[in-house]
């Protein structure tokens, strides 16, 4: 088959996305009686924990670094210790050779520096899944050698406070570069063996993702005092936000998205006004309606986890602090005059953006100009494969393109988790890696695809089926794949997926 022709007639790139197609209402007007529990300011308070946690890497994600060290210094201003904030970012934005103000990252078309201070406790190689997850479970021998080793060692009254920012997808949330994504079921593990060991009294959990949701959908039990919101619902994109041509403008000379618009809601939320008045939930709304009610088209929901009734009349302050300078500022009146007009942009397309940019503003004729327009098209060749691949799976399993894109797109009920067997899930994605190639953070929504696969179709032959399209899509796009035809077939056997 002809690579090319097949591509023209099966893909469409979505450029037209590049155009933002989110309108947000910026608007503090929460005009809510303010609800705070007694159980909070007792003098039970233990020590406030932070974990902070940016996903990914590369100066196109430049927003969830430049989120987490926003996070950080709400929390510094908050009161929270040094010692009891442990962060977790690639660190490769500060003085990337595209960041215009080296040695600065913003989080806000203002511009303050957010990067001044923060603690580099995990960078590079060490934001992986197994230092997060030994942190959180404060397995301090497990670090050995692993950045400051620095682990939330934590007692029966303190409290945790968890905030990641990345890309996600069905069931999972990424880390930088080539180390593993971090899996719902590794994250649910860590939390019940955290609950078990009765080190900590309650946990708030924030994430920004794409489909975060399925983080938690099905999957969080009652009763292990864990709050969380995620940007997303299980099943779509988060957004972008502070995007180059977008309102508000960041300052001209960025070409990448400075935050993300959940994200925003928060920190922008948590360092203007008094937590001591402000609930968990009082924060929920503000937060949700930013990223959604007050946008004229979708945008996302915002969507609440765990023990919502017991804790969210808790007031934020018992987890983040809060910064003195605030004491006076309370919640205006109800106000519903439109503040500010603005636009976020999809997750998955943010990268593209930045390397547009990249090649319009490199001088004609240059080099530079000649590899931005380079890595432009290898991220939007990238982008074709992985839909060709998945589109070529998907029509060979079930028959006809049409059915394929029912069935890849379909979304268990609401309280079911993404998948049962999560380690076949886990299989899964692997065995299409090592066939396919890498995902990539667009190829991430993909995902559910070989999720829905195994939920709709447990009988190993048809396992064995998605096997071979594996293969022959390999076959397809690559020609080192004729070299071992049957290590595929033996790798697939002895993983054995599926015993009964
Ligand atoms: C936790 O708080 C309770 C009640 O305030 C107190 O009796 C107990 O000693 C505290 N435990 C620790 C480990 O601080
Ligand atoms: C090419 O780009 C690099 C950084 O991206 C910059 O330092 C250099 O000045 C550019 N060269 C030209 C000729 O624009
Ligand atoms: C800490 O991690 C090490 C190495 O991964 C493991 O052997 C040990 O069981 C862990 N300890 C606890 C208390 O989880
Ligand atoms: C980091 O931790 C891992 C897992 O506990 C360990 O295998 C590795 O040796 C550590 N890295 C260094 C540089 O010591
Ligand atoms: C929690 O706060 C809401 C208002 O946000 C209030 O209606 C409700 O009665 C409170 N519940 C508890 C258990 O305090
Ligand atoms: C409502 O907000 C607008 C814009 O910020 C402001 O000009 C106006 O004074 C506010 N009205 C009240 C009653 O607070
Ligand atoms: C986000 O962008 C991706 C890639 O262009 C697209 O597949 C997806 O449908 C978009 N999501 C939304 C909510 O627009």
Redesign the pocket.
């Known amino acids: 088959m002809n690579l090319y022709s097949f591509f023209s007639t099966l893909l469409i790139?979505?450029f037209a996305?590049l155009i933002p197609?989110?309108i947000c209402v910026e608007g503090r007007n929460v005009g809510l009686k303010e609800f705070i529990s007694r159980d909070d300011d007792k003098t039970s308070q233990g020590t406030r924990w932070a974990v902070l946690l940016a996903g990914s890497n590369g100066y196109e994600n430049y927003r969830h670094q430049a989120d987490i060290c926003h996070a950080y210094q709400v929390l510094k201003k908050g009161g929270l210790k040094d010692e009891n904030i442990i962060v977790f970012m690639y660190d490769d934005i500060v003085f990337s050779e595209y960041n215009p103000r080296p040695g600065v990252i913003i989080n806000n078309p203002r511009g303050e520096d957010v990067y001044y201070g923060v603690p580099k406790d995990y960078i590079g190689k060490d934001v992986n899944v197994g230092n997060f997850l030994n942190v959180l479970l404060g397995n301090k021998s497990a670090l050995t050698g692993n950045g400051s080793g620095k682990v939330v060692s934590s007692g029966p009254n303190d409290t945790i406070f968890i905030f990641y920012a990345d890309h996600g997808a069905a069931g999972l949330l990424g880390m930088p570069s080539t180390s593993g994504s971090l899996y719902a079921n590794e994250l649910h593990d860590a939390l019940r063996k955290k609950h078990k060991a009765g080190t900590y009294k309650n946990m708030v959990i924030y994430i920004e993702a794409?489909e975060a949701g399925s983080m938690f959908e099905g999957l969080l039990k009652p009763g292990m005092n864990i709050y969380v919101t995620t940007a997303s619902n299980a099943d779509?994109?988060s957004?972008g936000y502070y995007c180059p041509e977008e309102v508000p403008l960041p300052p001209s000379e960025y070409t990448t998205c400075l935050g993300d618009l959940y994200s925003i809601a928060w920190l922008e939320n948590s360092e203007k006004y008094n937590m001591k008045t402000e609930s968990l939930h009082k924060q929920y709304e503000v937060v949700r309606r930013r990223t959604i009610e007050e946008n004229t088209n979708?945008g996302?929901h915002v969507t609440q986890y765990g023990d919502i009734k017991q804790l969210r009349n808790r007031s934020m302050y018992t987890y983040i602090g809060t910064n003195p300078e605030n004491d006076d500022y309370k919640f205006p009146i109800k106000n519903n005059s439109v503040q500010m007009l603005s636009h976020s942009i999809?997750?998955?397309?943010t990268d593209l953006i930045h390397f547009h940019l990249q090649y319009q503003k490199a001088p004609e004729g240059s080099d530079n100009k000649t590899k931005a327009w380079q890595i432009y098209q290898n991220a939007v060749q990238q982008?074709k494969y992985v839909d060709a691949c998945m589109y070529l799976i998907g029509k060979f399993l079930f028959g006809t393109a049409a059915k394929a894109s029912n069935m890849m797109k379909a979304v268990r009920p609401a309280g079911q988790p993404l998948v049962d067997d999560w380690i076949c899930y886990k299989a899964m994605v692997a065995t299409y890696e090592k066939y396919c190639g890498p995902f990539s953070r667009?190829g991430f929504?993909h995902m559910r695809s070989l999720a829905n696969m195994l939920v709709l179709n447990r009988r190993r032959w048809l396992t064995l089926q998605t096997m071979l399209v594996l293969q022959f899509a390999r076959a397809l796009f690559s020609t080192d794949y004729m070299r071992s035809p049957k290590f595929h077939i033996r790798c697939f056997v002895t993983h054995s997926f599926y015993e009964n």
């Open positions: 790139l979505h996305v197609t989110l794409c779509e994109s957004w979708p996302s999809n997750q998955s397309d982008r667009y929504k």
